[in-house]
């Protein structure tokens, strides 16, 4: 087989030299030698299994005369950032992580890459990363977490969290138990947040081996799946089959199917429109509006559904989606399998993978049509909607399905907020009433960086006079997890001079799921015309914005140069 870095060898003794004084001898060097990126490291049960995974797809490679090498670019996690100023890098380190790949795959001319991880935004830098060296690519996701005890997931830590801030709501040794019990293993938190989402959406693009999202991360089959992709990885190679080749238009539209069947996170109208800016494509706002109006909800998993991913993965994961959607996906799309999606499923029927775990998901005494609906017993269309509006001109996102049915329209009194934090302790003083409709503004891409309002929607859930009544809009964003009615992504953002930006307490604001509105039909209080909200708007704009605080380094490269949230927040060209 053919090497890629041939050429530069000849340049350059010292690259031999530097190759084998880490260890490869002098037929190492001669092989065609693969990336291995992930992101090990300690920083969370996400991370911190993956150099073991990795270790079986380095045996891959060496069964089939490659040689790999293992690199680390370690992520950090949403949860250990909730509540303070660690919370507004999260997103801006898909760019940096995407950029570290990009510096590690452009300095040596690798012949192909495998990817893996587990998380929110370390995915969707790795395929970010894969778009923008479009080499032959495989992406190993990490899976899930064992389930807590009762099948909770980690999002225990919102009730447990605000009843810490209220006197005699709880007590120590429910707090320690809560602590020892709510991540019981490695892996993915084990609900369907942006983590699981978007191993779900690697899976749907065709980046990673079918059925390989969200299996659990204990259990021997996850070891195996990166054995299979060392020895893949090869066959890539050899066939020249690269990322664009995998990653079309209609790989793209196949991901989003799949999200609004699943109930994913709003955070992949962030991720995959971001993804596909790195191949020339744009993936507009509307194409997610346009499909989830098509696309029946099959995915009964939390927080939208009532399962864990663990069950879901049992089920049949992705593979069963699709093989309930297959009337409606383009099952001609190359995979890396070196097949179509379609030839990918009857693989599968084959294997027996659909009913081979099946067992396991009886040990919850659960049977595969309550976690994964057929189409004909789906209840709605869809999981989220685009709203637009005179509040968000540009779009804003909702997941409805995580939403109940009396939440989906509403008309209340804006309630403001500049930072998520001030929000976030009215709440937890009883300040916040219900029907208000809580606005948290300047947390946008070049606000705050983006962070996601988890904390507060929580406290908002969990608060028995709050819950089912209090609507929550901002230019941030939401964890997949997110429950209630919360309207993100509102953009222009408020730190763009967005409409956002100069609503006043007492406004009245209304938004409709079924009419995809977002609007401002009041001031002070009473119903006005659209000219005179305009024209009273126009007048407080005047003022101009909050200023923003002074920054450095990476939060200041980011907070300058990010692009709308309806583009993908990423960096503008």
Same mark, same amino acid.
């Given at each position: ?51 073991? #995974? ?80 479009? #080499? ?303 606005? #948290? ?133």
């Amino acid at each position: 087989m053919k090497q890629k870095s041939a050429p530069q060898r000849l340049l350059w003794a010292q690259f031999d030299a530097l190759q084998m004084g880490s260890g490869w001898d002098e037929e190492d060097i001669l092989k065609p030698q693969i990336l291995l990126e992930d992101v090990f490291g300690d920083s969370h049960p996400g991370s911190t299994h993956l150099a073991g #995974i990795m270790e079986q797809a380095k045996y891959g490679v060496f069964e089939k005369g490659g040689f790999p090498a293992q690199y680390h670019t370690t992520d950090i996690c949403d949860g250990c950032a909730q509540g303070h100023d660690g919370m507004n890098y999260i997103l801006a380190s898909r760019e940096a992580i995407c950029d570290m790949i990009e510096v590690h795959g452009c300095v040596y001319p690798w012949d192909g890459m495998i990817l893996s991880a587990s998380c929110d935004k370390s995915i969707p830098a790795q395929l970010k990363a894969a778009a923008r060296l479009d #080499i032959p690519t495989i992406f190993v996701p990490g899976g899930s977490m064992r389930p807590g005890p009762n099948m909770t997931t980690s999002l225990v830590a919102g009730d447990i969290s605000l009843r810490q801030k209220r006197k005699d709501a709880i007590t120590d040794r429910e707090i320690l138990d809560y602590k020892m019990t709510g991540c019981p293993s490695c892996g993915a938190c084990t609900f369907l947040g942006t983590a699981s989402t978007m191993q779900c959406m690697a899976e749907a693009l065709g980046l990673t081996l079918p059925g390989a999202a969200l299996m659990p991360a204990t259990m021997r089959d996850i070891f195996a799946y990166a054995r299979k992709a060392g020895r893949k990885i090869l066959e890539l190679v050899e066939k020249g089959i690269k990322v664009s080749d995998i990653l079309t238009r209609e790989a793209f539209e196949n991901a989003v199917m799949i999200h609004s069947a699943i109930g994913g996170s709003t955070n992949a109208t962030l991720h995959l429109p971001s993804i596909a800016r790195e191949l020339g494509m744009t993936l507009e706002p509307e194409l997610f509006d346009e499909l989830n109006h098509k696309i029946p909800h099959l995915g009964n998993i939390t927080p939208s559904g009532a399962h864990l991913t663990e069950a879901f993965w049992f089920a049949g994961g992705v593979p069963m989606v699709q093989k309930e959607l297959k009337d409606m996906l383009h099952l001609d799309v190359m995979t890396v399998t070196g097949k179509t999606l379609g030839e990918n499923l009857e693989d599968l029927e084959r294997d027996n993978f659909f009913e081979r775990n099946l067992g396991y998901l009886h040990n919850y005494g659960l049977e595969r049509e309550q976690v994964i609906f057929p189409v004909e017993k789906a209840e709605e269309k869809g999981s989220v909607a685009i709203l637009k509006g005179n509040l968000a001109p540009e779009g804003a996102v909702i997941k409805y399905s995580a939403c109940s049915q009396d939440m989906r329209e509403r008309k209340g009194p804006a309630r403001v907020f500049n930072s998520e934090e001030a929000a976030y302790q009215a709440v937890v003083d009883g300040k916040v009433h219900p029907g208000d409709m809580l606005i #948290i503004r300047y947390e946008g891409p070049r606000g705050s960086g983006m962070p996601e309002m988890l904390m507060t929607t929580e406290a908002i859930v969990c608060d028995e006079r709050l819950n089912g009544s209090v609507s929550l809009i901002t230019d941030g964003r939401f964890s997949g997890a997110t429950r209630g009615a919360a309207i993100g992504h509102v953009s222009p953002e408020a730190a763009a001079g967005g409409p956002l930006a100069f609503v006043e307490d007492g406004d009245i604001l209304e938004y409709s799921v079924k009419n995809r509105r977002l609007d401002i039909v009041g001031i002070g209080g009473e119903e006005k015309s659209k000219e005179e909200i305009e024209a009273i708007l126009a007048k407080r704009a005047q003022a101009g914005i909050v200023p923003r605080p002074e920054r450095k380094g990476l939060f200041k490269r980011y907070t300058e140069h990010a692009l709308s949230a309806m583009e993908g927040a990423g960096y503008e060209d």
